[in-house]
């Protein structure tokens, strides 16, 4: 049987020791489970832990544009509502923005001027940008 429980102070040395051991997050310290507005729980089952879960708030956004090809306007749309939408959600808790295109043009924008950086999933790209 699986437990959950929320982490304490006193799973910081494992979790540093399941760090060291984990080759797929080289970057991740164990400070980041213990985040202010971060959901951290560890997994457990009979033979003792097996994971450590770390969740935050995320917002995932679509972009349809009303007209392709209307590039200048769509982009000087895009700029502006970014501002807003950022201070928005800042003060919601977000702490990233996540979005996925197949359109070449809108990631380069994206990553260019909005300031996403790329995570290839399947036939999508997904773009974040921590705020």
């Known amino acids: 049987m699986i437990t959950s429980r929320k982490i304490d102070l006193n799973d910081r ?17 164990s400070e980041a489970f213990y985040e202010a507005g971060v ?14 879960l770390r969740a935050q708030k995320a917002l995932r ?30 003060t919601a808790g977000f702490k990233e923005v996540v979005t996925s295109t197949n359109s070449p043009k809108l990631k380069e924008f994206a990553i260019r001027v909005l300031g996403f950086q790329e995570t290839n999933y399947g036939d999508e790209v997904e773009l974040k940008i921590g705020i």
């Open 39 to 52: 959901l951290s729980n560890i997994y457990t089952d009979e033979q003792g832990d097996v994971l450590v």
């Open 61 to 90: 956004i679509e972009m349809i544009f009303f007209d392709n090809a209307a590039s200048l306007r769509n982009a000087k749309a895009m700029i502006e509502g970014w501002k807003q939408l950022l201070t928005t959600a800042k």
């Open 13 to 29: 040395e494992s979790i540093d020791e399941a760090l060291a051991r984990d080759a797929f997050h080289p970057t991740t310290k």
